[in-house]
């Protein structure tokens, strides 16, 4: 009959006769005897007995609608909504890239019925809290680190009682995010803004074990599982930006990106607002006008060449020691057998010449230390005497300022390519491992 039903798809009459009989034979299904090698058992029901299961959807056609396909969609249409968020909440714990971690957690927003007003200063965590309670088990765990971490005696005093509780944020690498972590947990309306609307960093750094722990209590090992399980103690740059965005969003701290600082301007007493417009390719869930965004606290956390720093003309100090050239350089991890072989290492020439000699025998690169992490990346950082850089020819002309010593135009890239893959070989990674290149295609 299935056969025959599906050979008369053609023909819209003889399906229709078809699946009417199949109905009748479904309403009246012959009796079946018991198997001999299950006595003194019940036989259970199973739900795809119906031969109506096996027919494909798209061999249907435009036939009659079943009753029983009625029944079955409303019985599936009573919890749709638990279904959507345990969905949407996988996919926000899994999402790598800014734009889909954004995307996911408005999904979730919408699951759970929950409105993140920027201009609100709302605590939407305990309805973000009882909306996931029984959505994923990480969730669980999630909740329960930051009570944990709530309990400490450092939160006692809410920063929303103090006349600095509106905060602006300026950039969202790992000291920006953690600020804003820490800042909402003490019960700031916390705002961040990041130029940047990707994540291009690929260092891996190297952590204390009392690292470890705080990461720990900002729920890097609830986004990140791998966190902290190998011998030697670290975490990418990215995998860290990546889990504090997730722990600000469930929060609450509102986290744009696409967003420039070009300075701020007096809104009302006490309380400033962002110049300029708000352009970006995207942004967080319901994001409002940068003129809306007030605050009465700046903290510029955007890096060496800092524009808030620029903005307000704050002094700096720089302290500057004997001169080091250090190379860092990353390589596509290919997770084949030869490249899991490769044991992390940190050292240094003072304790291990016999390996740096071996390797300035052979390729002529003469370094002090050297430091190999494997991630996302084969991640390598050396330190290179500034001779054996010279007599690679890495320097187009020598110079007497390291600034312009190590500018890009005074460097030759293919020569410095090389000199790094001399030092991979020598740590025996393959050949066929590529340079990790940036987000625009070159090399970092």
């Known amino acids: ?97 800014v734009p889909e971690i954004l995307n996911r957690f408005e999904e979730i927003l919408k699951n ?41 005696s450092v939160y006692s005093v809410p920063v929303s009682e103090t006349p600095y509780n509106d905060v602006l944020i ?3 690498g790992p000291a920006g995010l953690s600020a804003a972590i820490e800042l909402k947990m003490m019960g700031a309306n916390v705002h961040v803004i990041e130029k940047r609307d990707y994540l291009s960093r690929n260092n891996i750094l190297h952590l204390w074990p009392w690292t470890v722990f705080y990461l720990k209590t900002l729920n890097t090992k609830v986004f990140y599982p791998k966190f902290a399980t190998g011998g030697i103690e670290h975490v990418g740059t990215k995998q860290l930006q990546r889990s504090f965005l997730k722990s600000c969003l469930c929060l609450g701290v509102h986290v744009y990106y696409g967003v420039d600082f070009d300075g701020t301007e007096e809104a009302e007493e006490g309380r400033w607002r962002l110049k300029g417009e708000y352009l970006p390719s995207f942004s967080a869930p319901l994001a409002p006008k940068l003129s809306e965004i007030r605050f009465n606290t700046l903290i510029g956390a955007d890096g060496e060449h800092s524009k808030v720093v620029d903005y307000f003309s704050i002094p700096q100090k720089v302290t500057k020691g004997s001169l080091c050239l250090g190379i860092t350089q990353n390589y596509d991890h290919l997770h084949t057998e030869q490249e899991l072989t490769i044991n992390e290492f940190g050292i240094s020439k003072v304790f291990n010449q016999k390996f740096f000699a071996g390797m300035k025998e052979k390729y002529g690169t003469d370094l002090e230390n050297l430091v190999y992490y494997r991630g996302e990346t084969h991640y390598f950082v050396m330190t290179a005497t500034p001779e054996s850089l010279e ?54």
């Open 1 to 97: 009959m299935l056969k025959q039903l599906r050979l008369n798809k053609e023909n819209p009459q003889n399906a229709l006769r078809d699946y009417t009989a199949l109905l009748k034979s479904i309403q009246s299904p012959p009796v079946r005897p018991r198997p001999t090698e299950r006595k003194g058992k019940e036989r259970k029901d199973r739900k795809n007995d119906s031969p109506l299961q096996a027919i494909p959807s798209d061999n249907l056609g435009n036939l009659p609608d079943s009753p029983l396909l009625k029944d079955k969609e409303s019985d599936s249409a009573e919890q749709p909504t638990k279904i959507s968020l345990q969905y949407c909440l996988t996919k926000f714990r899994n999402a790598e890239e």
């Open 391 to 444: 007599s690679r020819g890495i320097f187009y002309e020598k110079k007497d300022n390291v600034c312009d010593l190590i500018s890009p135009n005074n460097i030759n890239i293919d020569n410095l390519l090389a000199y790094t893959r001399d030092v991979a070989t020598w740590c025996n990674l393959p050949d066929y491992c590529p340079v990790t290149k940036n987000n625009l295609g070159g090399f970092p």
């Open 112 to 152: 759970c019925n929950i409105s993140l007003d920027p201009s609100a200063k709302e605590d939407v965590t305990p309805k973000l809290k009882e909306g996931t309670a029984h959505g994923a088990f990480w969730c669980r765990n999630l909740w329960d680190v930051f009570s944990c971490k709530q309990e400490q």
């Open 170 to 172: 300026v950039g969202a």
